[in-house]
């Protein structure tokens, strides 16, 4: 099977400098796989030279006229541009054109155009988002990232089917394994709707392992972790901005005098397989998961490799079939998948 | 004024091992300052040995028979362990022998011993954890780090207050910048208790800024940041468990064979001085905020170093008469205080 897939063009903080290049990349190294790629026609075709010829039928272009504004309010994005790259790449997922897309957009406008185009799953009251995160061990999988806030029990237990739904396909593995988001054994154990949502999932029928706390995330024990939205959005802002201030603090320390970046040659083999081990670019890519359509979100100021991972990530999941798999696992056939 | 502190000795993981000594290097550079040992006195004076004498009435040992155990339940500890160390510390509190304590155990047991005896400040529905973190530009310190959960935003109006008066008594600025962690402009903005809090806040006189993302706790824009407990706690453990992985990372690396360790070697006063600026004992002891006295908390697994980092946070809100400052704000007194 051909997986085709429409790639948001204008989103991002680089819009198409880094959406365009990065398409290619992706084109290069799947030879199974096509892309349209959405957006102001001009813009694009300035980005893509003379590479385009070599891809054939393989590289569309479908031009969109309008750019939904990293600003710009969710509700206004849905109702007021309807020939957006973001809202066009959406209708292509919609209209069965293309399996997939992947937006470095707005996230609220995305989520909300995503959620009007498509609609959710039939047992699925909420859409969340999941991204892989770097562990000790290897990754795991957290969601909701922050699609929505003041989730209910029975909203976790959904968050928890899709997940392990997701990581079984894509990893191959058989019961993965499921861990809740709480606040350690020592405190009072956790809020009202985390309590309930831990006696739903040991009725679940899940691999449930019981309650992670916020430590335990980079370990890697468990393939998949679940909070509310809220919850994982500062968890997982937190860990970027940490990261950001030990790469700052590392770069401070590495060129304080001549002495010390003598120092960083010589440890630089060193310090560059450690940058690249917390890459964020490795992580970029976070599915929104419960619609009739895979979204994929990557993050704005994404890099051409980061862009890529996204594109890729979107792809294998066309691959393994996620969504005709959640489908069934709510026992209702997920008709767009 | 002679600052008079009680360590619960046998709290932690490495119990007097790593709380005695602690306790010796923060009398040596405080000499206006007393201490009381709590615990089994045997224990005690085995780490105690000769070096007592010299400290002449600023040492005392004072006996406790019982230990709280580390997974022992709040309750239990509360009704059933009225000779322990941790009990009796808090007692000399409560009876004004001492003007604040600190323990490194149980931090359940820890936190309902502290309310049970102590009772709340008037004005003050729950008590918060509050500690200093690093940033880019310093630290900011973050409320509720987990003392409870399920917050409402009065909760949080009173977190602010408390943090605050805190900041303002112990780093000796005016009016300290207050934040509300929230989740991102572009995302739907906040759960239902969050939006309401932020107008209280608004209403409330602080030097409130608005919302923080989990992103920039790090940045160290803000002097205090708001959150509700559960939310706190999975942001602080968190971070601790990237800066384990990290610093796992950076370890693996430099040792991955002979070439890498001699570029350690070089890189060693880089390195050396990265680890101090993240090392997690230069910010341990979170204060447990709302109660008619001071307690402090001390990470379980702290070293002499962190421990003795945590004493010094008790020792200076005592010296800037922190719970008065509180009361105050509130417009009643603190008895206790």
Redesign the interface.
């Known amino acids: 099977m051909r997986v085709t897939l429409a790639i948001d063009c204008m989103g991002g903080d680089h819009g198409p400098s880094v959406t365009v290049p990065a398409s290619l990349s992706f084109l290069e190294a799947n030879a199974d796989a096509a892309i349209v790629l959405v957006g102001r026609s001009a813009d694009i075709e300035a980005h893509l030279g003379t590479a385009a010829a070599r891809f054939g039928e393989r590289l569309r272009v479908r031009h969109a006229a309008e750019v939904v504004a990293?600003?710009e309010s969710p509700a206004a994005a849905v109702k007021r541009k309807k020939d957006s790259s973001m809202r066009v790449a959406i209708d292509l997922v919609k209209a069965g054109e293309v399996q997939a897309c992947v937006s470095a957009g707005?996230?609220?406008a995305l989520?909300a155009t995503a959620h009007f185009v498509l609609r959710g799953l039939p047992g699925i009251d909420r859409p969340a988002l999941v991204s892989a995160l770097?562990?000790?061990r290897g990754h795991t999988h957290m969601l909701d990232l922050?699609a929505?806030?003041?989730s209910k029990p029975e909203h976790l237990l959904q968050f928890a089917i899709m997940g392990a739904t997701l990581v079984a396909a894509i990893e191959h593995c058989d019961r993965p394994t499921v861990g809740l988001?709480n606040?350690?054994?020592?405190?009072?154990k956790?809020?009202?709707v985390?309590k309930q949502a831990g006696e739903l999932l040991r009725a679940s029928g899940l691999n449930f392992v019981g309650n992670v706390?916020?430590?335990?995330?980079?370990?890697g024990d468990v393939d998949v972790i679940v909070?509310d939205?809220?919850?994982g959005?500062?968890?997982?802002?937190?860990?970027?901005?940490?990261?950001?201030?030990?790469r700052?603090?590392?770069r401070e320390?590495?060129t304080?005098g001549p002495?010390?970046k003598?120092?960083?040659a010589?440890?630089?083999?060193?310090?560059a397989?450690?940058q690249k081990?917390?890459d964020p670019s490795r992580y970029n890519g976070a599915t929104l998961l419960g619609l009739r359509g895979v979204v994929v979100k990557s993050h704005g100021s994404a890099d051409r490799l980061g862009f890529a991972t996204a594109i890729e990530r979107a792809a294998d999941e066309v691959r393994n079939d996620v969504l005709a798999r959640i489908g069934a696992r709510l026992g209702t056939p997920a008709e767009a998948a």
Do not use: H
């Not at 916020?214 to 370990?219: L, T």
């Open positions: 990293m600003d707005n996230t609220g989520m770097p562990t000790l922050g929505s806030t003041d988001l606040i350690g054994a020592e405190a009072i956790g809020n009202q985390v706390e916020g430590d335990d995330i980079y370990k909070c939205g809220f919850v959005n500062v968890a997982l802002k937190t860990s970027e901005g940490l990261a950001r201030m030990v700052q603090f590392l320390e590495f304080r002495l010390r003598i120092a960083a010589f440890a630089w083999p060193a310090l397989a450690f081990r917390v």
